[in-house]
Nanobody, 129 residues
């Protein structure tokens, strides 16, 4: 049974940092595409950071490139999202996701929710100005 447990969200001020973690169970991390999505209030869920090939191939959306970094610890079956220079517009519920059918590049997985079968419960990030 594939399960994903996200944690690490919270309330921070603009310019501060947070690290989210997503602990996975029930599958071998290295065999799946893994990603982070976020959903601001009233908006669609957006793919921001995805990895394939056991974390070797990485994609970040333009909205977070240079500020966020996704990484994996395959031994711990955990994927992280290090978020720096946070902005009020980063306020959202953040979700991790996993998919066994890996595409050639993680960019494809970050295109939308349909590219992932398994989802965590979400963790709230709120950035005050």
């Amino acid at each position: 049974d594939v399960q994903l447990q996200a944690s690490g969200g919270g309330l921070v001020q603009a310019g501060e940092s947070l690290r989210l973690a997503c602990k996975a169970s029930g599958f071998n991390f290295g065999d799946y595409a893994v990603g982070w999505f976020r959903q601001p209030p009233g908006k669609e869920r957006e793919g921001i950071s995805c990895v394939t090939n056991g974390g070797e191939t990485i994609f970040h959306s333009d909205s977070v490139k240079g500020r966020f970094a996704i990484s994996t610890d395959n031994a711990k079956n955990t994927v992280y999202l290090q978020m720096s220079s946070l902005r009020p517009e980063d306020t959202a519920t953040y979700y991790c996701a996993a998919e066994p059918r890996q595409q050639e590049h993680p960019r494809a997985h970050c295109k939308g929710v349909a590219w992932f079968d398994h989802w965590g419960q979400g963790t709230q990030v709120t950035v005050s100005s």
